[in-house]
């Protein structure tokens, strides 16, 4: 069942994307992307390593890589099950 993995593009799948944890952030936390802060307000997006970035810088990035932008730790090639998915609350 190889047939369908020659063209897949390097980034991460789009749904493990979706799962992964979407968080506040506050005013120090400095997006490792676009080296800005939290004043706009805007969620982050925690990976699994730890580190958030902007919904808007991470997620394109993610498209094209598979590493955190901090600390390069890398996405599993399998369908990862991220941590802390949450029972219904
Ligand atoms: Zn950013
Ligand atoms: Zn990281």
Do not use: I, Y
Not at 5 to 13: A, L, N
Not at 51 to 74: A, I
């Amino acid at each position: 069942m190889r047939l369908h993995e020659e063209r897949v593009r390097v980034g991460v799948k789009d749904a493990v994307v979706s799962r992964l944890r979407r968080v506040g952030c506050t005013d120090d936390e400095v997006c490792a992307v676009c080296q800005e802060t939290g004043r706009g307000g805007g969620g982050r997006v925690l990976l699994p390593c730890g580190h958030k970035f902007c919904e808007g810088c991470v997620v394109p990035w993610l498209r094209e890589n598979k590493t955190c932008p901090s600390c390069r730790w890398e996405f599993p090639d399998r369908d990862v099950e991220v941590k802390g998915r949450g029972r219904a609350a």
